[in-house]
């Protein structure tokens, strides 16, 4: 079975991917170089070699290290059209993805500089590329709740028209368990948000309980770690709630040993509602095809399980019923043409 090739054909969602983790190396470079922001690298090799994790701060300090080369609208829009370009290649037909406002703002750069950016490419997108999309607030968590308040009242004007359709969490995931944003989480969802929230990557299968009790999260970022409890397991798999799951994240990580380790089929042996996703791209080394073909390879997926993963995020999205019934009877076409 040519996997690649399988999956390419295939309409799919990408629930779990941050903008800013899809900085190329090359882009780097270039909007330093744009931009006169001195970096500690001379060229794009040596960028690519400090691109090597032992765990998630260690990817995270060199992430927030590259996103200080992001200042101005420009920027924005080409990072997310650089992205959409690479996700329209491999087949994608729909995207939910992320961006970290505060780690710009800290830093000086406006709210709307981003949010806009952002924004009038995933736009574009639509009309030159036939990928829809829809964009997620993420707070990041190693910060306050007051702050992470701040932000969502800055993003108001955004949220009441529903240009910003959901609010996640993410960053540092130990010592910072779900309940600390409860508060913040209780006003996204009087506003209209959708819920998504990190859990279960590093931090226990109790943070993953906590996103879905605590928070009233709509779908799990990652959630490996609910394995560990039987009966989450079998709550996540009654509630129906997806999983996105970044295989090659999680190797990159040390999440798992091997991706002949990974939990994904034990996932979907479970009923699970799992997805692939790449998460932070430029830095795990791939793509969404690049993971789809990983893991199947290294888990030996058949292809009944393939196109499960890519029903999982046809139906895991914020799509509404109509278009998402479209999305999948496309994918039952596609599946009974390749036999």
Sequence with gaps: MDVRSLVRGLPKAELHLHLEGSLEPEMLMRLATRNRVEIPFRSVEEIRAAYRFTELQDFLD?????????????????????????????????VEVFYDPQGHTTRGVPFSTATDGILAALDDGREKLGITSLLILCILRHLSEDEGFATFREAEPWI???????????????????GKFQRLFAAAREAGLKLVAHAGEEGPASYVADAVDLLGVDRIDHGNRALEDPVLVRRLSDMGIALTVCPLSNLRLRGVTSLER?????????????????????????????????????????RPELST???????????DASTRQVHLDRIDRAVAAHG
């Design 262 to 302: 990974h939990p994904l089929k034990r996932m979907l042996d479970a009923g699970l509602k799992a997805t692939v996703n790449s998460d932070d791209p430029s830095y795990f080394g791939g793509y969404l095809l690049d993971n789809f073909v990983a893991v199947a390879e290294a888990l030996d997926l058949d």
């Design 160 to 178: 009441a028209d529903r240009r910003i359709a959901g609010l996640g969490l993410d960053s540092t995931e130990k010592g910072h368990p779900p």
């Design 62 to 94: 060199i992430y927030y290290q590259g996103m200080n080369v992001l200042r101005v609208e420009e920027d924005f829009y080409d990072l997310t059209t650089a992205y959409l370009e690479r996700a329209a290649a491999d087949g994608t037909v729909h």
């Design 309 to 319: 993963l890519v029903r999982n995020s046809i139906e895991g999205s914020f799509l």
